[in-house]
C-alpha cells in the first residue's frame, strides 16, 4: 500500500506540488545540468545537513545553507556533523580528481584555476542531496544554486491570491496522504558547474551619494546571489570624499560635506541642505569581513590625480592655485586636480593610500585616473618645472602633460607593489603610456582593454554601452526614477561578450580578467533607487560573467527570470519591474 501510495504522489507531484518543487532553472544558470524529472527526493524539517565541523569555512557555508531554505520554504533542518546518512551532505573533493591523482602518481599534477577551485558538484538522488567541491567557495557557490532552485513559501496575501490557493490545495492534498507539508521536492539531478571568468565585479559610487553600511551589505548579498567576486567601492568625487584617513583627520570630516547640492542635471537650482557623510575605517573593515564570508574582494578606489575637490578643500596647497577650493555642490568634473609638481602631493598619496592598504587586504587597488583635466599643469610652475626635471617631451603621441601623469600613476603602482598590491586604473592611464603591472579597466568603450591585451596588460572590460547601469534601462524615461541618460537595457547587457575575438587572438585574450558593471550615483541617492538600477541588469551581466558563450540565450534567460523577481520581493529589495 504504502509503495502504492508513493508511486501516486510521484505521478501528482509536478501538479499537486507545484509550489513546494524545486526548480533548477536559476540565475546564472550552471554550466551542466541533466534533470530526472520522474523520480524525486523529499527534503523534511527534521532532516539533518552534514559536514565537517572542524573547517569553519566549510561550517559557515552549511549554516548558510541551513538558513536560506528555513527562510524561503519554512523547512527546518538539522545541523548534524558527519553524519553520513544526513539528508545533506557537504563532502570535500571531486572523486574524478581523487583518481587523475592516483593514475598520475609521481608527476606533478597541475595547479588548479582559481575558477576550477570555485567549481562544484550537486548530485540529488534517493539517498539525498549531496555537495562535492574543491574548496569551501564551491560549497557557498552550491548553496547559492540550491537557494535559488527553492519554491518560495507564501508569506502574505500581499504576495498574490494565486499562491495561497496553491498553498492551500497542497495542504488539503498532503493531508490525503499523510505527508508534512514542509516537504520540498527535489527533481533527481547531476549539476556541475565553476565560472567562465575570474573577474566578477559590480561596482558603486558612494562619493556622489553616500549609502549606509546596511545598504553596502544589501549590495554585496544580492552580488553574492550572483556568483559575483569583486566589490569595486568608489570613495572619492569632487562631490564628497568619504573614507576616513586617522593621520589626515579633518579629509574625511570636512571633505565629505557640500553645503548644498543641485537639483536635477545641473538645473542651477539647489536644495540648500548640507550633505555629507563617511566611512570609518572601522565600518570598512566591518564591510570587507562581511564581504569575505561571502567570497567577495572589496576593491577600494580612491581616485587621483582628478575628481579631488574634497581633498583639495581641506588641504588648498595641493592644488597647483592655492584654491579656495568648495566642496562642489554641481555634478561634473572640476578643472581642479592635484598639482603634480608640488612634492607634498606624493607625500599625501602615499599616506592615503597606505592607510588604504591597511584597511582593506584586496591585492587590486584602483587610484582611478580619469577624467583628469590638464589645464592647470600646462600653466603651474611646478608642473612644468617637473615635467622637465623627469625630461617629458611631447612625442606626438603621448604629451607632456599626459606623461606627467603617467610618472604619479607609476609612483603609486611601485608604493602599491612594495606592499603587495596591484594598481588598477580606468583606462585613460593609456594615454601618457601604460605603466609596468598596470591594470586596465576599459571604460570608454572597448578599445582601450584591446589596445592594453595586446601590449599584454591584463584587463577588466566595462564599457559604457554594455556596462553602465545608472543609463536609463526601459525607452520610456520619463516613466522611471531620474538618470544620468542613455538606454541599456537587459537585453543589451546580456549581450556582451567581453574577450572580442574577431579582434584579439586566443592569447592576447587571456588576458581579460572578466566584465563588472558600474553604477554611477550623481542622480541615485536613495537605497531604492540603487536597487532599480542594479537589478534585474545584475542577472544580465551574471550569466556574461559565468556561463559560456555557447550556454547564453536571451529568450531563455527570460524564462528564468520571473525566479529571481520572486526571490527579490521575498527579500524586499526593490528592482525594475520591465524587460526590454
Not at 545553507?65 to 546518512?85: A, C, F, I, N, S
Not at 496553491?166 to 565560472?195: C, H, K, M, W
Not at 607593489?417 to 570608454?444: A, Q
Request: glycine share 8%; with cysteine.
Amino acid at each position: 500500500m504504502k509503495k502504492i501510495l508513493f508511486s501516486f504522489l510521484l505521478l501528482c507531484a509536478p501538479l499537486l506540488l507545484h509550489a513546494q518543487r524545486a526548480d533548477y532553472g536559476i540565475i546564472p544558470q550552471p554550466k551542466s545540468v541533466t534533470v530526472d524529472d520522474s523520480q524525486f527526493f523529499i527534503l523534511q524539517s527534521g532532516m539533518g545537513i552534514a559536514y565537517d565541523a572542524g573547517n569553519p569555512e566549510v561550517a559557515r557555508n552549511a549554516q548558510f545553507l541551513h538558513r536560506w531554505v528555513e527562510e524561503l520554504t519554512g523547512v527546518h533542518l538539522q545541523m548534524t556533523p558527519q553524519d553520513k546518512k544526513a539528508a545533506i551532505r557537504l563532502v570535500l573533493g571531486f572523486p574524478a580528481d581523487k583518481k587523475a591523482k592516483k593514475n598520475k602518481k609521481g608527476t606533478q599534477a597541475p595547479a588548479l584555476t582559481e575558477q576550477q577551485q570555485e567549481a562544484y558538484a550537486i548530485t540529488i538522488d534517493k539517498s539525498g542531496i549531496l555537495i562535492q567541491a574543491r574548496q569551501p567557495i564551491g560549497f557557498f557557490r552550491a548553496a547559492q544554486t540550491l537557494r535559488k532552485s527553492l519554491p518560495i513559501r507564501p508569506t502574505s496575501s500581499r504576495q498574490g491570491g494565486e499562491e495561497l490557493r496553491a498553498a492551500n490545495e497542497r495542504s488539503e492534498a498532503l493531508s490525503l496522504t499523510g505527508e508534512r507539508e514542509e516537504g520540498l521536492f527535489f527533481p533527481y539531478v547531476q549539476i556541475q558547474d565553476e565560472p567562465r571568468f575570474v573577474y566578477r565585479g559590480a561596482h558603486l559610487d558612494c562619493a556622489r551619494h553616500f549609502f549606509s553600511v546596511e545598504t553596502i551589505k544589501t549590495y554585496l548579498d544580492l552580488m553574492a546571489l550572483h556568483g559575483c567576486n569583486q566589490f569595486h567601492w568608489h570613495f572619492t568625487e569632487d562631490q564628497g570624499w568619504r573614507f576616513e584617513v586617522k593621520a589626515l583627520p579633518e579629509l574625511a570630516k570636512k571633505g565629505s560635506v557640500r553645503n548644498q547640492t543641485v537639483l536635477g542635471r545641473n538645473s542651477g537650482i539647489y536644495d540648500g541642505q548640507r550633505y555629507g557623510g563617511y566611512y570609518t575605517q572601522e565600518q570598512c573593515r566591518e564591510i570587507v569581513n562581511y564581504a569575505a564570508e561571502r567570497y567577495i574582494n572589496v576593491i577600494p578606489e580612491i581616485d587621483m590625480p582628478g575628481h579631488m575637490m574634497g581633498a583639495l578643500h581641506v588641504y588648498p596647497n595641493l592644488g597647483c592655485t592655492g584654491g579656495p577650493y568648495p566642496v562642489w555642490e554641481q555634478w561634473g568634473v572640476s578643472h581642479e586636480v592635484l598639482c603634480a609638481g608640488n612634492p607634498e602631493t606624493m607625500t599625501f598619496l602615499k599616506t592615503v593610500f597606505g592607510e588604504l592598504c591597511d584597511v582593506f587586504p584586496s591585492k587590486y587597488i584602483h587610484i582611478g585616473g580619469d577624467e583628469c583635466p590638464k589645464s592647470r599643469w600646462k600653466n603651474c610652475p611646478k608642473c612644468q618645472a617637473k615635467a622637465r626635471e623627469l625630461g617629458l617631451k611631447d612625442d606626438g603621441k603621448h604629451s607632456i602633460e599626459n606623461q606627467l601623469q603617467t610618472w604619479i600613476n607609476h609612483e603609486m603602482e611601485q608604493f602599491l607593489k612594495e606592499r603587495g598590491r596591484d594598481m588598477i586604473g580606468w583606462d585613460e592611464v593609456l594615454e601618457g603610456g601604460l605603466t609596468e603591472g598596470g591594470i586596465v579597466m576599459s571604460w570608454r568603450g572597448i578599445n582601450g582593454g584591446i589596445e592594453a591585451a595586446r601590449q599584454h596588460h591584463r584587463v577588466i572590460m566595462t564599457p559604457t554601452d554594455y556596462c553602465y547601469i545608472d543609463y536609463y534601462q526601459l525607452k520610456d524615461q520619463w516613466g522611471q526614477p531620474l538618470g544620468i541618460g542613455g538606454y541599456l537595457p537587459v537585453s543589451k547587457v546580456y549581450g556582451f561578450e567581453p574577450l572580442i575575438p574577431d579582434q584579439l587572438s586566443d592569447e592576447e585574450q587571456k588576458y581579460i580578467l572578466g566584465p563588472q558593471v558600474n553604477l554611477w550615483c550623481e542622480y541615485v541617492g536613495y537605497p531604492e533607487h540603487v536597487f532599480y538600477m542594479l537589478l534585474p541588469r545584475l542577472d544580465a551581466i551574471s550569466e556574461v560573467q559565468w556561463c559560456r558563450s555557447e550556454q547564453k540565450d536571451f529568450e531563455n534567460f527570460k524564462a528564468r527570470l520571473p525566479r529571481m523577481l520572486k526571490l527579490y520581493d521575498r527579500l524586499g529589495v526593490n528592482y525594475c519591474h520591465q524587460i526590454e
